[in-house]
């Protein structure tokens, strides 16, 4: 395998595979999964049958999000000899709500090579044919499982302007469009992609409200997995939310020092207080 010319560091390949269908697995994934010393891998087991499948015999160990910790320094002595190692994970591209961020920070940290074997991501095929805005984009992971704090994390991106990407398990995919539709607003337009890449690929584009009502009533649009994304908060209403700020806050301006104006107005309209602070400094300014 290729060591870093400099020294006889091995290099960290970190490696993506499928999120469904096999035939996503690249020729350069093959290739440096197979001339790997060492293959890292979430599950052993559930690699082990990637593996198989392309007749790939390197040496397996596992390194997932309980054990990462306290594994990285024995990798780092692996690299730090001379030997390779590939990282891989259950599905797509690692560190992308996936375990291997210590591993690869501490790797950079040692001045090892770090290369990314790219491929499938479920965010991003799911971005490629949402159909909804993709310059700018904001991935935010899985959301919280219980609702309170769910509910917490959409009222802090309730005025975002740029599309949003959340991934949601089959458990919770009813609540979680029930939550959104609550906070995003049941008529904000968004895109549930299911099973991406896989026999049973569904790609449904409609309002919050109404893929609530949809997953709710057929069971089969409940299993598997899923992409959420919704649509940022179009321009005019953004101004109209800000034309709504503006009133509030100069109502209470006119009572309260700013730092209490702007803490009430942020109760009173949902919106960040640091966002209705610059705004009161605005709105003094021009007063
Ligand atoms: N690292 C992976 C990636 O690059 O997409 C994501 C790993 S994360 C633990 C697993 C979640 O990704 C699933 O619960 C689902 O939200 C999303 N996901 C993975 N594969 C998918 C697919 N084929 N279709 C839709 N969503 C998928």
Redesign the pocket.
Known sequence: MSHSPSNDIGTLYVV?TP???LEDMTPRALRVLSEADLIAAEDTRHSGRLLKHFGIGTRTEALHEHNERSQVPRLIDILREGKSIAFI??????????PGFHLVRAARQAGIRVVPVPG???????LSVAGLPSDRFVFE??PPAKSAARRAVFEKLQTEARTLI?????HRIIECLADMAAVFGAERHAVL??????QF?TIRDATLAELQRWVEGDKDQQL?????LIHGLPRAEQESVDAEAERVLKLLLEELPVSQATALAARITGLKKNRLYEFALRLKGAG
């Not at 959340?166 to 089959?170: D, H, K, V």
């Not at 992609?193 to 896989?198: D, I, N, Q, V, Y």
């Not at 598997?224 to 959420?228: A, D, L, N, R």
């Open positions: 993506a999120i469904g269908n994970t259950d599905a797509g591209t690692p560190l992308i709500s996936d499938a991501c479920a965010a991003i095929a799911a992971g899985f959340f991934y949601e398990s089959p992609a299911r099973e991406l890449t896989k690929e598997g997995e899923f992409v959420i």
